[in-house]
């Protein structure tokens, strides 16, 4: 709120702000996003100046997806998303905008899918994919590949990573209270193991982890289930009133570290990582996070977002490795008892086998090689647009002022007069000429040379 009341015309005119990067997200829903607050400003902003000012929107999400997903869990009023949507379609048909970055080539689709439901104006921002790159952890192949596909025996725990989100909450919830209790109770006759029934869930990532295993354990003792208490429980903090000064939890079935300092560190010793997601859009960061470690991953359709379409294809008729598929397809992501029945069976065929589980680790680094080698934003796709874009190429510099041309009772006047200030301007602009002619007239080859 600080930073909009400084977000002034006058002083994007006074700071002479060429360019304005604005991030589409829809945090509050009392108030409207920050680009919807931004734009009338920098309108403004440039009448001031007499200047366009450039203006970049970038989204991380289909916005409206997000609200659905978390409005359900939060209980916003059921329109809200729809409000989202609109507001969403006339954000990325602005004529005012410049740009519109997505995060994958679904949302890049979708956002021109919305722009085409506006009437409002015939010309419409380009839309452009920032492609997410994958890199893939030094310190897990740091023998090769075969060291890390024979770790299987070192390694235990199912790992959660993230941040105290609403769908993240609901999904460590579901983890804690359906999908621990089910894999700790399947027998072998089912697929289960010796292993997989004395499994650990690990949450990493925000100290509310450990408050939500408090609560299942509380729930646990006060319906005197022995069986969950013995698994949910902190014996050391059972009759705590607080999970604990740091966010820890330390049972059986659970162990929450809340923020960690380095989470490689504990996805080198994790057997396998589980991401329930259940937002329709943008790239579950974590899902790539867990490909660059080398590790089986469980997740939901959803998860998978980001994804080639052969990928996600092919995991729409069959868990593939490295994905071991919650729900089993894009129709059923829903997290419920059945879901954790699944999830439990199909997890324990990987967790509990040397094989499988390295099948699964040599896909997964076979997959985040793949996408290491995409061509990165700063030097593919966004050095094209630079140059390629009428917006955003070079301004031509202005023809250099004469000393001819200026009238002697102009110059003999202050030396703030504009004309003074103008001959400084263009002699600076007559040496960007120069170097950007140098360069081949492309602005990414000058940035690059310095």
């Known amino acids: 709120d600080e930073n909009m009341r400084a977000l002034t015309a006058r002083e994007l005119a006074r700071q002479r702000v ?8 829809y945090y509050r829903t009392q108030t409207d996003p920050i ?29 409206y997806e997000r609200a659905r997903v978390v409005g359900k869990i939060r209980g916003d009023d059921p329109d809200y998303w729809r409000r989202v949507q609109r507001s969403e379609i006339q954000l990325y048909a602005n004529p005012d905008v410049d740009a519109v970055f997505a995060i994958s080539k679904d949302d890049q689709n979708r956002f021109i899918e919305m722009q085409k439901l506006s ?41 959660f990573v993230g941040g105290a989100t609403v769908s993240n909450r609901g999904a460590v919830k579901w983890l804690i209270r359906a999908a621990l209790p089910a894999l700790a109770a399947l027998p072998d006759a089912q697929g289960g193991c010796a292993a997989s029934r004395n499994v650990r869930f690990l949450f990493v990532g925000a100290a509310v982890w450990a408050e939500e ?20 429980c902190d014996p050391k903090l059972i009759s705590s009133n607080s999970a604990s000064k740091f966010g820890k939890w330390d049972a059986r ?30 790239i579950s960061t974590k899902v790539w996070l867990a490909l660059e470690h080398g590790l089986p991953i469980a997740t939901t359709w959803d998860g998978t977002r980001g994804l080639s379409a052969a990928v996600r294809n092919e995991l729409a008729a069959l868990s593939l490795p490295p994905f071991i598929l919650i729900g089993q397809n894009e129709a059923s992501t829903e ?14 065929g990987v967790y509990c086998k040397a094989d499988t589980w390295k099948s699964h680790a040599r ?50 006047t202050t030396v703030n007069d504009t004309v003074h200030q103008d001959s400084l301007i263009d002699a600076l602009q007559n040496r960007f000429k120069q170097l950007l002619k140098r360069n081949g007239g492309s602005c990414t080859e000058l940035s690059r040379t310095g």
């Open 35 to 63: 680009p919807a607050i931004a734009l009338p400003i920098v309108k403004k902003a440039q009448q001031l100046r007499q200047r366009k000012i450039r203006i970049v929107l970038i989204s991380d999400d289909v916005q």
């Open 213 to 232: 295993a408090k609560k299942a354990c509380t729930e646990a003792r006060k319906q005197r289930k022995a069986a969950l208490v013995e698994l949910l």
């Open 119 to 159: 009437s409002e104006h015939s010309a419409k921002p380009p839309v452009h994919v920032l492609p997410y790159v994958a890199r893939i952890d030094s310190g897990t192949t740091k023998g090769g590949w075969d060291v890390h596909l024979g770790t299987f025996s070192t390694r235990a725990n199912i790992v």
């Open 363 to 412: 896909a997964a680094l076979s997959l985040a090689k793949v996408l290491e080698s995409r061509q990165s934003w700063s030097n593919g796709p966004l050095a094209k647009l630079l140059d390629t874009v009428p917006s955003f190429r070079c301004a031509s510099p202005r023809t250099p002022l004469s000393a001819s041309s200026v009238p002697k009772s102009k110059v003999l």
């Open 18 to 25: 060429d360019m304005i990067i604005l991030t589409v997200w």
């Open 335 to 348: 997290l419920g008892r059945e879901t954790a029945a699944s999830f439990a069976r199909d997890v324990a």
């Open 253 to 282: 079935g659970v162990l929450a570290l809340g923020r960690v300092d380095d989470v490689s560190a504990v996805l080198r010793g994790a057997r396998i990582f589980v991401a329930p997601a259940t937002v329709a859009s943008g």
